[in-house]
Nanobody
Framework: QVQLAESGGGSVRSGGSLRLSCVASGYSYSSYCLGWFRQAPGKEREEVAIIDSDGSTRYADSVKGRFTISEENAKNTLYLQMYNLRPEDTAMYYC???????????????????WGQGTQVTVSS
C-alpha cells in the first residue's frame, strides 16, 4: 500500500525553524510530483511547496523565502525546511505524492492522490 509518513512537526516560537520529513513507501518512488500541503482549522487545504513533474519547484507566496522543499531519492524521503516561522504557519502539514509519476522529468501533470497522516506545526507568537 502507498504510505506517506510525516514527521518533524512540533511547537516553536515565532522566528524558529523546523524541518519536516516524509518517508514514502509502497510504490515506485519518484523524485517528482511531490509536495507539501497544510490545513489550518476552518481553512481549506493549501499548497505550500511542490516539486513538479519537470523538476521545478514552486511555493505559496506566503512561504517564499522562508521554506525550502527538497527530496532524497535514495531514502524515498521528502523534506520541508522551514525558517522564520510565523504564527500563521500553524497547521497540520501533509506530504502528498503521485504514485504513478515516473522517475524521469517530463511535462506530464501531477495527480496528488495520496497523503499521509500529517504532522502538526504550531507556532506561538
Amino acid at each position: 500500500q502507498v504510505q506517506l509518513a510525516e514527521s518533524g512537526g512540533g511547537s516553536v516560537r515565532s522566528g524558529g525553524s523546523l524541518r519536516l520529513s516524509c518517508v514514502a513507501s509502497g510504490y515506485s518512488y519518484s523524485s517528482y510530483c511531490l509536495g507539501w500541503f497544510r490545513q489550518a482549522p476552518g481553512k481549506e487545504r493549501e499548497e505550500v511547496a511542490i516539486i513538479d513533474s519537470d523538476g521545478s519547484t514552486r511555493y505559496a507566496d506566503s512561504v517564499k523565502g522562508r521554506f525550502t522543499i527538497s527530496e532524497e531519492n535514495a531514502k524515498n524521503t521528502l523534506y520541508l525546511q522551514m525558517y522564520n516561522l510565523r504564527p500563521e504557519d500553524t497547521a497540520m502539514y501533509y506530504c502528498m505524492a503521485d504514485p504513478l509519476a515516473p522517475g524521469w522529468r517530463g511535462t506530464y501533470s501531477c495527480d496528488y492522490d495520496y497523503w499521509g497522516q500529517g504532522t502538526q506545526v504550531t507556532v506561538s507568537s
